[in-house]
T-cell receptor, first 111, second 109 residues
Framework: ETGVTQSPTHLIKTRGQQVTLRCSSQ?????VSWYQQALGQGPQFIFQ???????GRGNFPPRFSGLQFPNYSSELNVNALELDDSALYLC??????????FGAGTRLSVL | GIQVEQSPPDLILQEGANSTLRCNFS?????LQWFHQNPWGQLINLFY?????KQNGRLSATTVATERYSLLYISSSQTTDSGVYFC???????????WGAGTKLIIKP
């Protein structure tokens, strides 16, 4: 186990809805990165948070947003869900830009 | 941007066999990791290895940064080694991990 927990494990939403995914980082880790992984592909970087500030962002639209809290846990919010948002969403925690440790992921299905 | 290539894309082996997975990259890196993703989607951090050699049980990894490649060795394969192995790295001018396409490993009993 990595010590990184994600909730919920599975989620079903309909197109146009909004979703919030949660991640608790490993103890002592101050950086959280979020990834989207479509079936059969490698993870795609969404964004990273360091000490409650967005530290970098991949090629995702603004309807993907996030937060990091003082205890370094994090949320990923997706508005106006589209069918293509169906994927495994992975959270990874690290100490700065060091090795990343992943949670088990949230599998999102958009119908 | 930095390019990452993994080979082979697929590998099928009998239990007990040894294997070598390769990751080539196009620029200097300050962070390179090997991950194993099991059939349930969990990504396990195997090695943090921007340079040098590390070993952990039946697994070992070597990164030759000057020649821009990394190798993951799996010895005496077990069926639980099945899954997808990813190489992910960060270049000197990047803040995000760049991922290879992965090597899908199937170990048959």
């Amino acid at each position: 186990e990595t010590g990184v927990t994600q909730s919920p494990t599975h989620l079903i939403k309909t197109r146009g809805q909004q979703v919030t995914l949660r991640c608790s980082s490993q103890s002592g880790h101050n950086t959280v990165s979020w990834y989207q992984q479509a079936l059969g592909q490698g993870p795609q970087f969404i964004f990273q948070y360091y000490r409650e500030e967005e530290n970098g962002r991949g090629n995702f639209p603004p309807r993907f947003s996030g937060l990091q809290f003082p205890n370094y846990s994090s949320e990923l919010n997706v508005n106006a869900l589209e069918l293509d948002d169906s994927a495994l969403y992975l959270c990874a925690s690290s100490i700065g830009q060091g090795g990343q440790y992943f949670g088990a992921g949230t599998r999102l299905s958009v119908l | 941007g930095i390019q990452v290539e993994q080979s082979p894309p697929d590998l099928i082996l009998q239990e007990g066999a040894n294997s070598t997975l390769r990751c080539n990259f196009s620029d200097s890196v300050n962070n390179l990791q090997w991950f194993h993703q099991n059939p349930w989607g969990q990504l396990i951090n195997l090695f943090y290895i921007p340079s040098g050699t590390k070993q952990n049980g039946r697994l070992s990894a070597t990164t030759v940064a000057t020649e821009r490649y990394s190798l993951l060795y799996i010895s005496s394969s077990q069926t639980t080694d099945s899954g997808v192995y990813f190489c992910a790295l960060r270049g000197d001018s990047n803040y995000q991990l760049i991922w290879g396409a992965g090597t899908k490993l199937i170990i048959k009993p």
